[in-house]
Every structure is written in C-alpha cells, then in structure tokens.
C-alpha cells in the first residue's frame, strides 16, 4: 500500500475522557493487526473507568490530521531501582494505515519521552509483539533498542487469581 505524504495540520494532544471510544476502537484495530483482536477484552467503559477517573493507570497521546483521529500513544510512569530515576513505559502505539509514512508514530513517542524527561524520566521501555517484525524495525529507526538482558514473563486470568488469593503457607 502506498503511504500519503502530503503535508498535514498533525495536532498531538492529550487524550480525555471522551475520546474512551475512539482509543479502544484503534487498540481493537490494532490488536487485529498483529493477529491477537481475540486477546482484548478491554471495554470503553474500563478505559473510561481506569484512564480518567480519580488517580488514573494510564494517559494518552491522541494525534489528530486535520482534525480527524489519526493514532495514539497509551502510556504510564514506570521506575528503575537500578537508575534510581523514573521512566516511561508505552503499552501501545498506534496509527491508522492511512496516516502511516508521515512520522506520527514518532512524533507520539519523542512528545511522550519529552513529557517524561519533564518529569524527570530518563528512559522509555516498550514491548513489541515477536513477530512484528514492521514494528521492530521502527523502533530499531528510531534508536529503541532490543533488551537482549530480559523477557517479558506474566500471569493473567484464572492463573493469577488463583496466585493472588492462595493462602500463605502455599506461597
């Protein structure tokens, strides 16, 4: 598919609460994308609930092309022991494949990263799906790198509650 390059008004704003809808319909798309639309069982109402309401799990990054939604960034504050500093960590970047090859997916992550180093961040972690190969390449572009020193290891569902609720002495 051939990428539209034409100059744009690209306006990054931070997400609110009504954009709930529109943020989980790109993470729907984008979970169609890399084949795991199966995996998302997140409601506009979760987001709504965990993204905006009184101490908030996550912010976003909308981008806008001439007013109209164009991708996200959802992000949240994360901390190094080892750096004895804060970071960000980018659960998702998204951008509709029409608005792709105009550097919005980048223009996303360097007003995130600007946004943490504010706070006083100095780093920026993501994960990226193994076989997004695309994806990797982007970020690789960019000067994110692979952490050849960690894997992603998680518990989800029935398996952590049963983990989270055994009794004591079974721990």
């Known amino acids: 598919m051939r990428q539209d390059t034409r100059p744009t008004d690209?306006?990054?704003?931070?997400?609110?609460v009504n954009d709930a809808d529109a943020i989980h319909a790109a993470l729907l798309r984008l979970g169609t994308h890399i084949g795991a639309h199966q995996e998302i069982t997140s409601t506009p109402d979760d987001l709504r609930r965990y993204g905006f309401g009184e101490k908030p799990a996550f912010s976003t990054l909308i981008a806008e092309v001439d007013g109209e939604f164009a991708g996200l960034c959802l992000h949240f504050p994360i901390f190094s022991t080892w750096m004895g500093r804060p970071g960000v960590f980018v659960q998702d970047l998204y951008v509709e494949d029409r608005f792709r090859g105009r550097r919005i997916g980048e223009k996303l992550?360097?007003?995130v990263a600007r946004e943490c180093r504010a706070a006083g961040g100095v780093y920026l972690r993501l994960s990226v799906d193994t076989d997004n190969e695309t994806a990797k390449?982007?970020?690789?572009k960019l000067g994110i790198g692979w952490s050849s020193y960690e894997q992603v290891?998680?518990?989800?569902?029935?398996?952590?509650?049963a983990f989270a609720d055994a009794p004591e002495e079974e721990r």
Do not use: P
């Open 10 to 16: 690209i306006v990054i704003r931070s997400g609110t």
């Open 153 to 161: 290891q998680k518990i989800v569902g029935e398996a952590f509650f």
């Open 109 to 111: 992550l360097r007003r």
């Open 137 to 140: 390449a982007f970020y690789e």
